[in-house]
C-alpha cells in the first residue's frame, strides 16, 4: 500500500465533504415533500426496480438494510400513502411494492432536482476522482 501524503488526506477531505453537500442538499429536497432520506431513497429504489422486483426483499438490499428494517419502513410508506402492496402473479406469498400517483409526482420533482444537482457537482466530483486515482 502506498504511503498517503498531505495532499491525499486533503483531497479525501474535501471529496467527503462535496459528498456530504450533496446529501444535505437531498435531505433538505427530500423534506420539503415530507420525506426521510430513507424514505425518499426507497420510493427511488422502488420506482427504478425491474418490472416486477419491488419487494421489501429488494428494498432491504439496495438501501442495505436487514429485511425487518425494511419491511417497517414499507409500513410507514404505505400508511403515509406513498405506495400500495399488491400480491406477485408469480408468488402470493410474496408483495410487490406499487408507488402511488403521489409518490410518482414526488418522485418526479426530486428527481429533476437532484439530477442538476449532480450536474452540478460533476465537475468538482471528477476532477477530485482524477487526483485521487
Do not use: C, N
Not at 106 to 126: D, K, Y
Amino acid at each position: 500500500m502506498a504511503e498517503l501524503e498531505e495532499s491525499d488526506y486533503a483531497l479525501l477531505a474535501q471529496f467527503r465533504h462535496t459528498l456530504r453537500q450533496f446529501l444535505v442538499f437531498s435531505e433538505d429536497k427530500a423534506a420539503g415533500f415530507g420525506l426521510t432520506p430513507q424514505q425518499h431513497q426507497a420510493l427511488l429504489a422502488i420506482r427504478a426496480a425491474p418490472e416486477g422486483g419491488a419487494t421489501i426483499g429488494y428494498v432491504a438490499e439496495r438501501l442495505i438494510l436487514k429485511p425487518h428494517s425494511a419491511s417497517g419502513l414499507v409500513d410507514r410508506l404505505e400508511t403515509q400513502g406513498w405506495l400500495m402492496r399488491a400480491p406477485s402473479p408469480q408468488d402470493r406469498r410474496q408483495a410487490l411494492l406499487i408507488l402511488t400517483d403521489r409518490a410518482r409526482e414526488a418522485l418526479e420533482g426530486l428527481s429533476a432536482t437532484h439530477r442538476e444537482e449532480i450536474r452540478r457537482l460533476r465537475p468538482m466530483l471528477t476532477d477530485l476522482l482524477m487526483r485521487l486515482g
